[in-house]
């Protein structure tokens, strides 16, 4: 089970915008639409902040939004924050042979 | 608002038996699937598998062999075991809720787990 492919690191300045990519194959990123993105401070818990590859949960401002085309999956953070720098991971659903969940590696936002 | 809480060793010695359990706060175990994933040091997320009140599991393939979920539902309780650690095991581990079209929504604190005599 391989991990999704995230870019290590990505950066933007206050109030610019920037997108996180998340590769995967037509097994899971492209076979379905359970795609998740958390965000993770140091030394916290992941945060869920978009689910079913661009939905938000209650609370989660709408900077933040994802999309999907083919087997790529996209975070795209607008508005950007101090507050914003930290790792972001994807996550989806994959039928490697049950109902199986996969990460990416994760990618470290820097605001500079 | 759900919250979740691990519990566990913090310590355990290579070839023996990790076991933590999770406590679920301000819901009912009956709503969600529950999952275990773990976050080696520097490193990124593993999803280990989920568990369902009635019982039922699915497990990463990687650590099937190895991984032995339970819930008591009169607790409001989830627990983990992975057997004959290694220091590859060494990790944060978290509890956290899921539902299929909704992600990983809540998340205890994680518990880290050291493999080591």
């Known amino acids: 089970q391989s991990a999704l492919t995230q870019p290590r690191s990505v950066s933007g300045s206050p109030g610019q915008s920037v997108t996180i990519s998340c590769t995967g194959t037509?097994?899971?990123?492209?076979?379905?639409?359970?795609v998740s993105w958390y965000r993770q401070h140091p030394g916290k818990a992941p945060k869920l902040i978009i689910y079913d590859v661009n939905k938000r949960p209650s609370g989660v401002p709408d900077r933040f939004s994802g999309s999907k085309s083919g087997n790529t999956a996209s975070l795209t953070i607008s508005g950007l924050q101090a507050e914003d720098e930290a790792d972001y991971y994807c996550?989806?659903?994959?039928?490697?042979?049950?109902?199986?969940?996969?990460f990416g590696g994760g990618t470290k936002l820097t605001v500079l | 608002q759900v919250q979740l809480q691990e519990s566990g060793p913090g310590l355990v010695k290579p070839s023996e038996t990790l076991s933590l359990t999770c406590t679920v706060s301000g819901g009912s175990i009956s709503d969600y699937y529950w999952s275990w994933i773990r976050q080696s040091p520097g490193r990124g997320l593993e999803w280990i598998g989920y568990?369902?009140?009635?019982?039922?599991?699915n497990y990463n393939p990687s650590l099937k062999s190895r991984v032995t979920m339970s819930v008591d539902t009169s607790k409001n309780q989830f627990s983990l075991k992975l057997s004959s650690v290694t220091a590859a095991d060494t990790a944060m581990y978290y509890c956290?809720?899921?539902?299929?079209?909704?992600?990983?929504?809540?998340w205890g604190q994680g518990s880290l787990v050291t493999v080591s005599s």
């Open positions: 956290a809720s899921f539902r299929f079209s909704e992600g990983f929504e809540y």
């Open positions: 568990i369902y009140y009635s019982g039922s599991t």
């Open positions: 996550c989806s659903y994959t039928r490697a042979s049950t109902w199986d969940w996969v």
């Open positions: 037509s097994s899971d990123v492209g076979g379905y639409n359970y």
